[in-house]
């Protein structure tokens, strides 16, 4: 069985960081494009980061670009997302998101070209 698994969320105040972990079991992920999302109350899940199956290409939400930093470690079938400066805002709950069969240096940044979904954890941010 396919399942992705998130953990690492918590309760921090404002400028804190968390590092939000995503663990792949049921086949290997090492050719997939690998992503983070978020939904926060009343709010639609956005794109907050994604990693090429390569490692090559990562992209980043412009609300998170110099705060949060994406990786993936192929042998442990993660990827993790470093948060840092952390702000109300980013209060949410993050899912995890594999896409497979995508050129090397492809991230797509819409929930349907996703193929599988953690169950999500969540952030909250207080000020």
């Known amino acids: 069985q396919v399942q992705l698994v998130e953990s690492g969320g918590g309760l921090v105040q404002a400028g804190d960081s968390l590092r939000l972990s995503c663990v792949a079991s049921g086949r290997s992920f090492s050719s997939d494009a690998m992503s983070w999302f978020r939904q926060a109350p009343g709010k639609e899940r956005e794109f907050v980061a994604g990693?090429?199956?390569?490692?090559?290409?990562?992209y980043y939400a412009d609300s998170v670009k110099g705060r949060f930093t994406i990786s993936r470690d192929y042998a442990k079938n993660t990827v993790y997302l470093q948060m840092n400066s952390l702000k109300p805002e980013d209060t949410a709950v993050y899912y995890c998101a594999a896409d497979s069969g995508r050129p090397w240096s492809f991230v797509a940044r819409g929930m349907a070209d996703y193929d599988y979904w953690g169950q999500g954890t969540q952030v909250t941010v207080s000020s």
């Open positions: 990693i090429s199956w390569s490692g090559g290409r990562i």
